[in-house]
């Protein structure tokens, strides 16, 4: 755009030649020529089109020097595309055909043309600032970028070893109470069962009878307590990791994109499954590539095991049974898929609270 707006006004300048000339229709008609060559090297963006549109220009000016009027604009567009080949022949025009006529029109025209290559170099150096400009601000965005994603990377990775440390607590919460309170909780019992069977007052009977009833019920809470404590400790990416890690029969990629608030019965079900297809695949697939994706939804729990082995006997095997069996328990839809390939594909709503 600044440059139609450079040589719209090198057009206006150059009709400042009236002054020193008259407008007829030689004048008029080199008008259009120069604003068709100047529009014509604007719109088609060809080094070849402009070296021929230049020739062309030149060669008319020989024989109407009317043209040579229009100079600067001339001039302008040959700084454009570097052509100086051609700048060099229409200034040798201009000297050879407007000097011998004017001496004060050739010095209009120079003086045009020294604003001519002003503009230009001012217009270069604008495009050049304006390049550089977009080009540290595309970098300055790719960098924002580049610093949220790993800002949103670090804050998963802290997350995430903030999950791993809570789980690992959780179960040496679960170990340790299972060694010393269930240990003393057992030891306490089996004591009052000896005492219970020495015991030869009829009085402390009733008493030991609700010792040790206290204690079972103790020992009975310690062991739920323990139990839930080591299912919340499971880690589903670890234990699907882990399995995947361990399983050489083909390479294989493990898709994982799950929240921490995972049901244990949902990661319970999906590592027996994913257990179940794998040793399917060793057992009856000749396949070369294995695909796992574990994705959480908004609504619902996703999992994928996809091969890209030939189906042998997959379609009603145990295994497979078992599988719909879990999920149906859960609520939710297994689909076997046998083209290009196997693929399990399940889904299991998440429960409303």
Not at 168 to 197: F, P, Q, W, Y
Not at 327 to 349: A, C, D, N, Y
Request: glycine content about 4%; charged content about 20%.
């Amino acid at each position: 755009m600044k440059r139609i707006l450079d040589q719209l006004v090198l057009l206006i300048f150059s009709f400042t030649t009236i002054l020193l000339t008259h407008i007829d229709t030689a004048f008029i008609i080199s008008f259009l020529t120069a604003v068709i060559y100047i529009s014509a090297n604007y719109f088609v963006d060809s080094r070849k089109f402009h070296f021929l549109s230049s020739a062309f220009y030149i060669l008319l000016a020989v024989f109407f020097p009317v043209l040579l009027y229009f100079l600067p604009a001339v001039l302008y567009t040959c700084l454009w595309y570097d052509n100086y080949i051609g700048l060099a022949a229409v200034c040798v025009t201009a000297l050879c055909r407007i000097l011998p006529l004017s001496w004060p029109l050739f010095l209009l025209l120079a003086f045009g043309c020294g604003i001519s290559l002003l503009l230009c170099f001012q217009t270069d150096r604008y495009e050049q600032l304006e390049q550089r400009f977009k080009q540290t601000r595309d970098d300055s965005t790719e960098r924002n970028l580049l610093l949220k994603e790993k800002n949103h990377a670090l804050l998963e990775n802290q997350d995430y070893e903030v999950y791993t440390a809570t789980l690992k607590e959780r179960n040496r919460i679960a170990r340790e109470i299972h060694d010393n309170v269930g240990h003393m909780l057992t030891r306490s019992i089996l004591m009052t069962g000896a005492i219970r069977t020495v015991n030869k007052e009829p009085a402390l009977e009733s008493s030991l009878i609700q010792l040790e009833e206290t204690l079972n019920t103790a020992m009975t809470n310690v062991r739920e307590s323990v139990h839930d404590l080591h299912d919340e400790s499971i880690n589903l990416k670890e234990a699907l990791t882990g399995l995947t890690d361990t399983f050489t029969f083909c390479p294989i990629h493990l898709d994982y994109d799950m929240g921490y608030d995972v049901p244990r019965d949902i990661k319970y079900s999906f590592i027996t499954i994913v257990k179940e297809a794998l040793n399917n695949i060793i057992r009856h697939s000749n396949a070369t590539d294995v695909h796992i994706i574990v994705r959480e939804h908004p609504g619902l729990y996703q999992l994928v095991i996809e091969d890209n082995g030939t189906v042998k006997s997959r379609g009603s095997g145990l295994g497979l049974t078992n599988m719909k069996d879990r999920v149906e328990t859960l609520r939710g839809t297994m689909q076997l898929q046998t083209e290009k390939g196997f693929r399990i594909f399940i889904t299991i709503p998440k429960r409303e609270d």
